[in-house]
């Protein structure tokens, strides 16, 4: 399962890091998808994170957050993250991460869903 963690109330410009931890798998044999669901929105894909066998870990950003939003993992820790700078009222949403068994395209097919996590930002 997939476990999300690290979702906050901040205030306009703060940062804030969620996380994506793994267990029965080893999540670096994953792609790791990360979407957000804004109130009554659809949720949307943010960014994307190769597994290292594949693609060497290459990242993936929508363009209107590139700069402000960064992936990475901790294979020590089976965990993957997802730091977000800079954050703005209209990045309030639920984030959720996922693992994807082939590599990160543009319409993903998970296998593990998380639960989702609350970022709310305050302006």
């Known amino acids: 399962q997939l476990v999300e963690s690290g979702g906050d109330l901040v205030q306009t410009g703060e940062p804030l890091t969620l996380s994506c931890a793994a267990s029965g798998f080893t999540l670096d044999d994953y792609a790791i998808g990360w979407f957000r669901q804004a109130p009554g929105k659809e949720r949307e894909a943010i960014a994307c994170?190769?597994?290292?066998?594949?693609?060497?870990?290459?990242?993936y950003y929508v363009d209107s957050l590139k700069g402000r939003f960064t992936l990475s993992r901790d294979n020590a820790k089976n965990a993957a993250y997802l730091q977000m700078n800079n954050l703005q009222p209209e990045d309030t949403a639920v984030y959720y991460c996922?693992?994807?068994?082939?590599?990160?395209?543009?319409?993903?097919?998970?296998?593990?869903w998380g639960q989702g996590t609350q970022v709310t930002v305050s302006s």
């Open positions: 996922a693992a994807d068994s082939w590599y990160c395209r543009p319409r993903l097919d998970p296998d593990y």
């Open positions: 994170i190769d597994s290292s066998a594949s693609n060497r870990g290459t990242t």
